[in-house]
């Protein structure tokens, strides 16, 4: 048989009602005690019954049984013990039903619902107190106050004890809710990190070996379709010098995944006063295809913007010269950058149309790699074609401003 149970958070479970072990043994154990009591003749209430003496069972037999629901039912066994222990005065009285109503309202409290625990410590200290009042008010004697304490001894304490374990209990499982929660939010966090610094070193991979990696396939190809003297010694100093180079860019890139510690030299980060070795190198790898490169550097001098800005900046040129060598048509790349009113813009113009010779694939990781260092500085990018003219343009806050996932 189920039915609905309060856990201590106040949410309702359906769970069996079939009584737990404890409980069945607090029962057996509890009426074999008043039994016990009953046969030696050890009452409560002495002269003060007004029933026979075998009444005094009918009491403890029912708040014995209780003790099976004290769990799963702890209102309806708080109303029948408290039924009872109001029956058992008028009897000769058991000790064993006085305490076994102790522990029925302790339990009331502890695996009852959150307004019952709450209430229940509030209601017995009040009843107490008025009785206490009464009595004393209406026998005029000290040992009045004896009912009074003996009240709270059976009411109030339970009620403040289950109510103070239950509180433990509630804030031990919010502590732990906490920790687990704690717990999972450092994982994301630690997942996210981990995404962000693989995204990170995937968009530094790009950027510094596809372009020598495009240099090197499309002066390859040109050496193996064009079966000249002349032409395979360009190509193989073409490739031979994008080899060299990029090996040591993947070096450096090693070298950095390794630093953990930091015990290595510092290694130089690619800023844009090194566009002119870059463009010379466009130059080198793109006179086989036609195409020329011209940069326009407006920053005024003695003003450099934020090194990880500049080396955004730095990969964003790299990455559109890596574009034009594979897909721009023969005629003039213009590079651009200036530094202005607190940004840098980049701005690159390639011819947008057919081109002869050979050409090496694309993946478009670059485009998305240039779209998402501007965005991580909190800058703006755009590309695409204006005409006959491939258009790449990228503003950057010239100091580092970080964008929040």
Same mark, same amino acid.
């Given at each position: 048989?189920c039915?609905p149970?309060?856990?201590?958070?106040?949410?309702?479970?359906?769970?069996?009602?079939?009584?737990?072990?404890?409980?069945?043994?607090?029962?057996v154990?509890?009426?074999?005690?008043?039994l016990?009591f009953?046969?030696?003749?050890?009452?409560s209430?002495?002269s003060?019954?007004?029933l026979?003496?075998?009444?005094?069972?009918?009491?403890?037999?029912?708040?014995?049984?209780?003790?099976?629901?004290?769990?799963?039912?702890?209102?309806?066994?708080?109303?029948?013990?408290t039924?009872?222990?109001?029956?058992?005065?008028?009897t000769?009285?058991s000790l064993a039903?006085i305490?076994?109503?102790?522990?029925?309202?302790?339990?009331?409290?502890?695996?009852?619902?959150?307004?019952? *625990? $709450?209430?229940?410590?509030?209601? &017995?200290? =009040? !009843?107490?107190?008025?009785?206490?009042?009464?009595? /004393? @008010?209406?026998? %005029?004697?000290?040992?009045?106050?004896?009912?009074?304490?003996?009240?709270?001894?059976?009411?109030?304490?339970?009620?403040?004890?289950?109510?103070t374990?239950?509180?433990?209990?509630?804030?031990?499982?919010? *502590? $732990?809710?906490?920790a687990?929660? &704690?717990? =999972? !939010?450092?994982?994301?966090?630690?997942?996210?990190? /981990? @995404?962000?610094? %693989?995204?990170?070193?995937?968009?530094?991979?790009?950027?510094?070996?596809?372009?020598?990696?495009?240099?090197?396939?499309?002066?390859?190809?040109?050496?193996?379709?064009?079966?000249?003297?002349?032409?395979?010694?360009?190509?193989?100093?073409?490739?031979r010098?994008?080899?060299?180079?990029?090996?040591?860019?993947?070096r450096?890139?090693?070298?950095?995944?390794?630093?953990?510690?930091?015990?290595?030299?510092?290694?130089?980060?690619?800023?844009?006063?090194?566009?002119?070795?870059?463009?010379?190198?466009?130059?080198?790898?793109?006179s086989?295809?036609?195409?020329?490169?011209?940069?326009?550097?407006?920053?005024?001098?003695?003003?450099?913007?934020?090194?990880?800005?500049?080396?955004?900046?730095?990969?964003?040129?790299?990455?559109?010269?890596?574009?034009?060598?594979?897909?721009?048509?023969?005629?003039?790349?213009?590079v651009?950058?200036?530094?202005?009113?607190?940004?840098?813009?980049?701005?690159?113009?390639?011819?947008?149309?057919?081109?002869?010779?050979?050409?090496?694939?694309?993946?478009?990781?670059?485009?998305?790699?240039?779209?998402?260092?501007?965005?991580?500085?909190?800058?703006?990018?755009?590309?695409?074609?204006?005409?006959?003219?491939?258009?790449?343009?990228?503003?950057?806050?010239?100091?580092e401003?970080?964008?929040?996932?």
């Amino acid at each position: 048989m189920c039915g609905p149970r309060t856990l201590l958070d106040g949410t309702v479970t359906t769970k069996s009602l079939r009584p737990h072990r404890h409980d069945v043994l607090l029962a057996v154990l509890s009426l074999l005690v008043g039994l016990v009591f009953w046969s030696l003749g050890i009452y409560s209430n002495g002269s003060r019954h007004f029933l026979p003496d075998w009444a005094a069972l009918v009491p403890l037999v029912a708040l014995s049984s209780m003790e099976l629901l004290r769990r799963t039912r702890p209102g309806l066994t708080l109303t029948v013990g408290t039924v009872g222990v109001v029956a058992d005065q008028f009897t000769v009285g058991s000790l064993a039903t006085i305490v076994i109503f102790t522990d029925l309202m302790y339990a009331a409290v502890v695996y009852g619902t959150p307004a019952s *625990a $709450r209430r229940l410590p509030v209601h &017995t200290g =009040l !009843l107490t107190v008025i009785v206490t009042i009464v009595s /004393v @008010a209406w026998l %005029r004697t000290p040992q009045a106050l004896l009912i009074g304490v003996i009240t709270g001894i059976v009411s109030f304490a339970p009620a403040l004890t289950g109510a103070t374990l239950r509180n433990h209990r509630e804030a031990a499982v919010a *502590a $732990r809710l906490r920790a687990e929660q &704690t717990a =999972l !939010l450092a994982e994301m966090d630690r997942s996210q990190a /981990v @995404a962000a610094e %693989r995204a990170r070193m995937a968009r530094e991979l790009h950027d510094m070996v596809a372009n020598h990696l495009s240099a090197i396939a499309i002066h390859s190809t040109a050496a193996l379709s064009i079966d000249t003297a002349a032409t395979s010694r360009d190509a193989l100093g073409v490739i031979r010098e994008n080899s060299v180079q990029g090996l040591a860019e993947m070096r450096r890139l090693i070298g950095l995944l390794r630093d953990a510690g930091g015990d290595q030299e510092p290694v130089a980060v690619p800023s844009l006063d090194g566009l002119d070795a870059l463009i010379a190198q466009a130059r080198t790898n793109g006179s086989a295809s036609g195409l020329t490169f011209v940069l326009h550097d407006d920053r005024p001098s003695g003003e450099p913007a934020a090194a990880p800005v500049e080396l955004a900046a730095y990969r964003i040129v790299q990455e559109s010269l890596t574009n034009a060598l594979k897909h721009a048509a023969p005629g003039r790349v213009t590079v651009r950058v200036a530094h202005t009113d607190g940004l840098l813009t980049v701005g690159v113009d390639s011819p947008f149309g057919d081109r002869p010779g050979p050409r090496a694939p694309g993946s478009g990781a670059g485009l998305v790699g240039m779209r998402e260092r501007t965005e991580l500085l909190g800058g703006e990018f755009t590309a695409g074609r204006s005409g006959a003219v491939w258009q790449v343009r990228a503003t950057l806050p010239a100091e580092e401003k970080a964008v929040e996932a």
